[in-house]
């Protein structure tokens, strides 16, 4: 088990140092930062001042190599922009972005498993159909677009709940949320549903498919010879086996969730990483864009390696085996 | 005369398929007396497993009853709705399955899936049930039952896994168990002592005991009475000790002639020649008439019915091989063998 996890975060190290040369090289070549920050009618001299002050000057090994040594050290480099620590910036918006990609997770859960489950027990069954059926649109309509829909009529005709922005947060543990106000989780509902949308699509299909094959398994059979009521035999029996690539898939989507979170959080001005994100991209604050990137990586590495922690939880015959290893 | 545990009469399952519909059990009778063990014996296909589900009323569609009556003490359980056979099984009869690497749920602990199946049926405490089930553990030879609750199947060889499954089964001390071939992927050894210890387990309780196998060898010694199936349909039945000895049909003989036995070490197994009928495409005769070795002409044309003989046997033949004495057509079939 030691071996096994040295292994991997020897592995996830490798991730991050390659992810670090890729996102360094491919943001540098993105526009001139100083001409968007400098007055137009700026000197030649005062450029050269500005890019000299920002370190653009030197060349870019030298530029990659001062990366590496100031982010070993936890500094991302400071943003253009706000002219504060890149990194700052971004955590300060990482609990808008996380409380977001959370709801959504637990959303497409309590959507995505009845669902499945109802569509696995009877397959050819007309609840089943559909809900197979309706699951592909999920799949594919557009995020955007979806995102738009819902504010034209919760927000715009109904007037049920606000379109944009984040609401009133109350501090958990010195951590600003929102999910804990009713103000807060009004704001959150419409763009977290928008990005469990497509989970939900994704974990109806593999909840169905797993209880189409739990149910056929000879332990299902043993339980029903037991007299088990059917609703022991699904809630026990089938919920706890399908729960396992569900927790799998959902674990290493909450990774992609995050990133699909920039489309959801522009469409609805919803202050998180991600509107950071395309707001820097625009105004091109590179260390922000940066320190986005580099973050997410190593968000995603750390999710997969609670989610490989988590499948043994519930899994005994992973658990017991790599006791064992 | 007591009235039997289990009576199952003109049993008739079918399953519609693509092919069409087809009759996996066709009028199988039988009656098993408390305490009493019966083998159901046959090759894969003959319709025992169905046989065996049909009892416990889990026959899912394509599948269905299509006729026949089930009594349980009594109790009919054809056409009963599926809330009143929940309270049946598990309680009146139990069943044991074939692959104990797969009968028990690999994610919830041997006390879950014990508790569960007490509580099922009686209204007792989590604690009571606890303990009843680590007494059954203990019975079917578990060393160390109490810590042994708290493991996962997989902590637990094949052996040990079946001997779960048959505490399990026997927990709410069932009217009747029906075994499916609970041994067939054990070591030969870990075989005859579960054999031995269900039948002690059952004789304890009075349970009636319907073991399913395709080895005849494995009931020998330890059933009362045998049903031998072919194709959906009884052939032989009668008392273990009659029917090995002397063989009415030869789908029997030939079951027989197929047993490994320690006399004739060395010797290839005599074979039954050719396959298991398409229950799709049943010749309009006798089933077993193209693999027979003495099959004439009406084995071709004309079914053979149920006809009983002496000593409480019964088989389905036109040529009947070794008829008990004192009937008619002994004679005329020891002229016949070849
Ligand atoms: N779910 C099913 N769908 C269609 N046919 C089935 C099904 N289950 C069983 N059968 C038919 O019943 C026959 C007998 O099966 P089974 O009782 O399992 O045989 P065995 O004697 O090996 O236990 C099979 O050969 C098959 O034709
Ligand atoms: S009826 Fe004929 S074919 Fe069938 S088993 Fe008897 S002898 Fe053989
Ligand atoms: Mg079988």
Redesign the interface.
């Known amino acids: 088990m030691l071996v096994y996890l040295i292994r991997r975060i020897g592995q996830s190290l490798l991730v991050i140092a390659v992810m670090a040369v890729l996102v360094f090289l491919a943001v540098y070549a993105v526009g001139d930062p100083v001409a968007i920050l400098a007055n137009p009618e700026a000197t030649q001299q005062e450029l050269d001042a500005i890019a000299a002050r920002l370190g653009l000057d030197r060349p870019l090994w030298e530029q990659f190599a001062i990366f590496v040594w100031n982010a070993l050290q936890g500094d991302l480099g400071t943003s253009f922009v706000y002219s504060e620590s890149a990194l700052t910036v971004i955590l300060e918006r990482l609990p808008a972005t996380m409380e977001l990609a959370f709801v959504a997770l637990v959303l497409s859960i309590l959507i995505g498993v009845p669902l499945g489950v109802i569509a696995g027990l009877k397959p050819d069954g007309l609840a089943g159909r559909t809900i197979m059926s309706t699951s592909i649109l999920g799949f594919s309509l557009p995020n955007f677009w979806i995102g738009l829909m819902l504010i034209l009529l919760f927000a715009v005709e109904l007037q049920w709940l606000p379109a944009s922005g984040r609401g009133d947060t109350v501090d958990v543990l010195g951590v600003p949320l929102s999910m804990f106000t009713l103000d807060g989780l009004s704001h959150l509902l419409l763009p977290a549903f928008t990005l469990a949308l497509y989970k939900s699509s994704l974990v109806i299909r593999i909840a169905q498919a797993g209880t189409r094959e739990v149910m056929l398994?000879?332990?299902v059979?043993?339980?029903?010879?037991?007299?088990?009521?059917p609703r022991?035999i699904v809630m026990?029996?089938v919920l706890?086996?399908m729960m396992?690539p569900v927790v799998t898939v959902l674990g290493l989507e909450l990774g992609s969730m995050i990133a699909f979170a920039v489309v959801t959080e522009t469409v609805f001005s919803y202050p998180g990483m991600g509107k950071l994100l395309i707001d820097s991209i625009n105004r091109l604050d590179r260390p922000i864009v940066v320190a986005y990137l580099m973050l997410t990586v190593f968000i995603f590495v750390i999710i997969n390696l609670v989610v490989d922690m988590l499948y043994a939880a519930?899994?005994?015959?992973v658990r017991?085996s790599e006791a064992k290893g | 005369m007591t009235t039997p545990v289990l009576d199952v009469r003109d049993l008739q399952v079918t399953f519609s398929t693509r092919e069409g519909l087809v009759t996996a059990v066709d009028g199988v009778s039988f009656r098993v007396d408390a305490g009493e063990v019966m083998g159901l014996v046959g090759e894969s296909g003959s319709g025992k497993s169905v046989t065996g589900l049909a009892v416990l009323g889990l026959i899912d569609p394509p599948g269905r009853i299509a006729a026949g009556s089930i009594k349980v003490k009594a109790t009919e359980l054809v056409g009963q709705s599926e809330k009143a056979l929940q309270k049946v099984r598990g309680k009146d009869v139990a069943m044991i399955f074939q692959d104990p690497m797969t009968t028990l749920n690999p994610v919830l602990r041997i006390d879950t899936q014990m508790i569960e199946a007490i509580r099922a049926h009686e209204q007792v405490s989590e604690k009571a049930a606890r303990e009843r089930a680590r007494d059954a553990l203990a019975k079917v030879g578990i060393p160390s039952p109490e810590e042994r609750l708290n493991a996962y199947p997989n902590q637990f060889s094949g052996g040990m896994r079946q001997r779960v499954a048959i505490a399990t089964a026997l927990l709410n001390r069932p009217a009747v168990l029906v075994a499916d071939e609970p041994t067939t992927a054990l070591d030969v050894t870990i075989q005859a002592q579960i054999l031995s210890e269900v039948q002690a387990l059952c004789a304890e309780t009075g349970t009636a005991l319907v073991w399913i196998t395709h080895d005849l060898s494995v009931i020998a010694g330890l059933a009362d009475k045998v049903a031998v199936m072919y194709a959906g349909r009884v052939v032989e039945e009668g008392p273990v000790a009659d029917v090995l000895e002397r063989p009415i049909h030869p789908y029997t003989a030939g079951l027989i002639g197929s047993v490994p036995s320690r006399n004739k070490r060395g010797v290839p197994l005599a074979q039954i020649p050719g396959m298991t009928p398409q229950l799709s495409k049943l010749p309009p005769g006798c089933p077993f008439a193209p693999r027979c070795g003495y099959s004439t002409d009406p084995c071709r044309t004309i079914r053979p019915e149920r006809t009983p003989y002496p000593g409480g046997r019964a088989a389905r033949c036109h040529n009947p091989l070794d008829v008990p004495p004192n009937t008619p057509k002994a004679d005329a079939a020891r002229e016949l063998t070849p």
């Open positions: 398994q000879d332990y059979r043993f339980a029903r010879a037991k007299g088990l009521s022991r026990v029996h706890k086996n396992i519930i899994d005994p015959r017991l």
